[in-house]
């Protein structure tokens, strides 16, 4: 009965390599987000996507690839990872008219 | 764009004794004030939130006040438990009711409540 749920919970891999990180979310909600949390735990905003479609993308380096197959799930694909990409990824979901934003258990991304 | 602040980085208290922690925002169209807890390994949790209609919110131990003239917004934890003992983020929703909420953060609280 996971409300958001991330698939994987540890990642670590060598610089330049390609990952993919899966969210999932069984509260009928319309939108959902990826935040990024640094070493400092600043957590920042990344993308949006409201229906399957992208309505918030925060200067993220395309070498981030969101994706988002039905509105219950959003995938977020790196690229030519790099050290500076290490933190903790968290998805979250929301109603598009509510306010409350619900966090999955986050990845931990490590580039080594 | 939105600028959120958050004062102080660290707070210790004993237990039994009130938190407060304090945010600012920037954008005055601004309209949700969430507060999540965030325990260690663990993620951000909503603890309470206030509306720009609002001037104060209560649920049991935690309260939040906002001060729209002023442009800031606080949380007050009463009786403290070393339960309480958590990274507290602020966060606010810039440009108003869209119905697309992008929540903008402040930089944590961490608060240790020593028995």
């Known amino acids: 009965d996971t409300a958001v749920s991330q698939t994987p919970k540890y990642l670590v891999t060598q610089m330049g390599n390609d990952k993919s990180i899966k969210c999932e979310q069984n509260?009928?909600?319309?939108?959902m987000y990826w935040y990024k949390q640094d070493s400092k735990k600043f957590l920042k905003i990344m993308f949006s996507y409201n229906n399957k479609e992208l309505i918030i993308n925060e200067t993220v380096p395309n070498r981030f690839s969101p994706k988002s197959p039905d509105k219950a799930h959003l995938n977020l694909h790196i690229n030519s990872l790099e050290l500076g990409d290490s933190a903790v990824y968290f998805c979250a979901s929301s109603q598009v008219s509510g306010f409350e934003q619900f966090f999955g258990p986050g990845t931990r991304l490590t580039v080594l | 764009g939105e600028n959120v602040e958050q004062h102080p980085s660290t707070l210790s208290v004993q237990e039994g004794d009130s938190a407060v922690i304090k945010c600012t925002y920037s954008d005055s169209a601004s309209n949700y004030f969430p507060w999540y807890k965030q325990e260690l390994g663990k993620r951000p949790q909503l603890i309470i939130d206030?509306?720009?209609?609002?001037g104060e919110k209560k649920d049991q131990r935690i309260a939040v006040t906002l001060n729209k003239t002023a442009k800031h917004f606080s949380l007050h934890i009463t009786e403290t438990q070393p339960e309480d003992s958590a990274v507290y983020f602020c966060a606010a929703t810039p440009g108003g009711n869209t119905g697309f909420q992008k929540l903008v953060f402040g930089t944590g609280t961490r608060l240790l409540v020593s028995p």
């Open positions: 206030i509306r720009s209609n609002v």
């Open positions: 509260l009928g909600h319309d939108t």
